[in-house]
């Protein structure tokens, strides 16, 4: 080992030894025209951009962003928390209700691994009550966790089974853990679903939390922008944890600009529109004889068990069209998730998809 690498095994904490970095859908694959693999939309808004106050640190929670948010979910400015990404909301919660090397959080997989990750990253343990096989929380189980976990992540629509929550049993989680833990309700997809979601019953449940992003409907996952939603006492101990200046001007800008009237109309266009393709791209994959539909399509993705999967993932990547595989997840072997895409998009991939099993026969 070199005079470094000896100063580093000494110095890395402990816990970030066994860890890699994650394999983010963009770290696993650069290459490629058709990105149908980290859920992102394949459609871009158009944005200004004021360079004037770029000689200014930014607000540390932009006030014309906070107020045109709470307007979109209904709720009051103090009840959000503007963070870079959902992923950021995630990772402050942690820090701050989670004390490392004792505390744990409750996880339902197959869901979505960013919950795990960043648990893991603090040090704080991750106990998991797996979906049932209909991908409906295991309530029983979770009451297992009782007094045991200070956050239980519940991630409706869930990713990657496109399912979502029945509200019942949402409803039945957060009077479980009603005086020992908070209740996250990851709505990163909540614009696709049918269901409105739980922003609105905030009130009602107070040790519930909301997670929303700007990457998905919105089409902004470049900018890096999501919203924690929760009782104002909650957002004032996250606000402790946050950075000083977590969210630089120009993001700020967009972000306002996309939650105007006018960006809420084009995202409310684009989400129908995706639907339509969501709708259309299912009914031809069901089609195909070696694939079986696995899960709901609540999101902006299809989730498919297909034969020779790998073999598929390989041609499908020689090609440049690039789709996630979720066999590793429990439940999900030889499950690959397929984000929508643009007419254009869908098309070279379901050409992709036939020509390789006609190959095959
Ligand atoms: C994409 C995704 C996020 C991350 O959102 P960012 O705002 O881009 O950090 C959070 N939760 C789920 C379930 C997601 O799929």
């Known amino acids: 080992m070199s ?41 871009v808004g158009q944005f200004s951009l004021n360079t004037q106050k770029l000689n200014r640190y930014p607000d540390c929670q932009p006030k014309s962003v906070l107020s045109a948010y709470a307007d979109y979910a209904g709720l009051t400015a103090e009840q959000l928390l503007v963070s870079r990404g ?14 490392p090397g004792r505390d744990r959080v409750l996880i339902c997989p197959p869901t979505y691994g960013m919950y795990a990750i960043s648990a893991e990253t603090f040090n704080v343990g991750v106990d998991k009550a797996p979906l049932k096989a209909d991908f409906s929380l295991d309530l029983e189980a979770m009451a297992g966790y009782r007094d045991k976990v200070n956050l239980v992540f519940i991630c409706s629509p869930n990713n990657p089974t496109g399912t979502q929550v029945a509200g019942e049993q949402i409803e039945a989680a957060l009077e479980l853990f009603a005086d020992s833990a908070l209740v996250v309700v990851d709505e990163a997809y909540i614009e696709f679903a049918s269901d409105t979601g739980w922003a609105k019953e905030l009130v009602r449940f107070p040790n519930l939390v909301v997670l929303r992003t700007l990457s998905k409907a919105f089409g902004l996952a470049g900018i890096r922008c999501g919203f924690t939603l929760a009782a104002p006492a909650i957002i004032q101990v996250l606000l402790k944890a946050i950075a000083p200046y977590p969210l630089p001007e120009p993001v700020a800008q967009i972000a306002a600009q996309a939650l105007s009237p006018k960006g809420l109309e084009w995202m409310r266009e684009k989400v129908m529109l995706l639907n339509q393709l969501k709708t259309e791209l299912t009914t031809q994959l069901n089609d195909i004889p070696a694939f079986t539909p696995v899960g709901d399509i609540q999101a902006n993705f299809i989730l498919v068990r297909a034969e020779q999967k790998q073999a598929l993932m390989d041609y499908l990547v020689g090609r440049g069209i690039l789709i996630r595989d979720q066999s590793k997840q429990v439940a999900l072997n030889n499950c690959l998730r397929i984000s929508i895409g643009d007419i254009e998009q869908n098309a070279r991939l379901l050409a992709a998809i036939h020509t390789f099993y006609q190959e095959q026969a």
């Open 86 to 99: 959902a992923d950021e909301g995630i990772e402050l919660l942690i820090r701050a209700f989670c004390t």
């Open 3 to 43: 005079q470094l690498e000896l100063l580093i095994d000494k110095l890395q904490c402990g816990h970030l030894k066994g860890l890699k970095p994650y394999e983010s859908a963009r770290r696993l694959f650069s290459g490629g025209q058709d990105w149908l693999n980290a859920n992102e939309s394949p459609f």
